[in-house]
Antibody, heavy 116, light 112 residues
Framework: EVQLVESGGSLVQPGGSLKLSCVAS????????MDWVRQTPGKSLEWIGE????????NYAPSIKDRFTISRDNAKSTLYLQMSNVKSDDTAIYYC?????????WGQGVMVTVSS | DVVLTQTPVAQPVTLGDQASISCRSS???????????LEWYLQKPGQSPQLLIY???NRFSGVPDRFIGSGSGSDFTLKISRVEPEDLGVYYC?????????FGAGTKLELK
């Protein structure tokens, strides 16, 4: 069974940093591109970015480019999202997703709140 | 960015009825490789989105055949025949043809 379990969400001050993790199981992690998607309190979904199988290529949405970094550790079957210089608009539930046929499996999500 | 416009915003239904949701794109979703990366997701209350349909009309593993995706170019439809209680929630279309990938704003399928 494919499982994606995010962690690391918390309350962070504007301008601060936070690192989210996503541990994958039930499939060969190193064979799949992985993505992050977020859902704001207003409920809309926003694709954040993706990383290729060996971590050598990433692609980001303009709204977070140069502030967020996606990385992975295939030996640990773990995906990361490093968030820097966070803003109030970054308050959202962050989902780790597997890109198979598309974003085919999603984690349960982790809440990040940006507030002073 | 590609804008996906979903209609209606809310779809009141009676169990057993058919429901139809439209997703229109601001530009063609045909990729240079010939594929059309238009997918449909359902988010049930308190849960993560779950994949229903990929590449316009392909049902994901375990998705009942009452979910039917269709369309081409920039105009797409999800039909749900014989709506059941577990079908209630918010439906999103999503495009992965053009960077950055984008979602529609959602359509809430609710009981009349």
């Amino acid at each position: 069974e494919v499982q994606l379990v995010e962690s690391g969400g918390s309350l962070v001050q504007p301008g601060g940093s936070l690192k989210l993790s996503c541990v994958a199981s039930g499939f060969t992690f190193s064979n799949y591109w992985m993505d992050w998607v977020r859902q704001t309190p207003g409920k809309s979904l926003e694709w954040i970015g993706e990383i290729n199988t060996d971590g050598s290529k990433t692609n980001y949405a303009p709204s977070i480019k140069d502030r967020f970094t996606i990385s992975r550790d295939n030996a640990k079957s773990t995906l990361y999202l490093q968030m820097s210089n966070v803003k109030s608009d970054d308050t959202a539930i962050y989902y780790c997703t597997r890109y198979g046929s598309t974003l085919d499996y999603w984690g349960q999500g982790v809440m990040v709140t940006v507030s002073s | 960015d590609v804008v996906l416009t979903q209609t209606p915003v809310a779809q009141p239904v009676t169990l057993g009825d058919q429901a139809s949701i439209s997703c229109r794109s601001s530009q063609s979703l045909v990729h240079s490789n010939g594929n059309t990366y238009l997918e449909w997701y359902l988010q049930k209350p308190g849960q993560s989105p779950q994949l229903l349909i990929y590449k316009v009309s392909n049902r994901f593993s375990g998705v009942p055949d009452r979910f039917i995706g269709s369309g081409s170019g920039s105009d797409f439809t999800l039909k749900i025949s014989r709506v059941e209680p577990e079908d209630l929630g918010v439906y999103y279309c999503f495009q992965a043809t053009h960077d950055p990938y984008t979602f529609g704003a959602g359509t809430k399928l609710e009981l009349k």
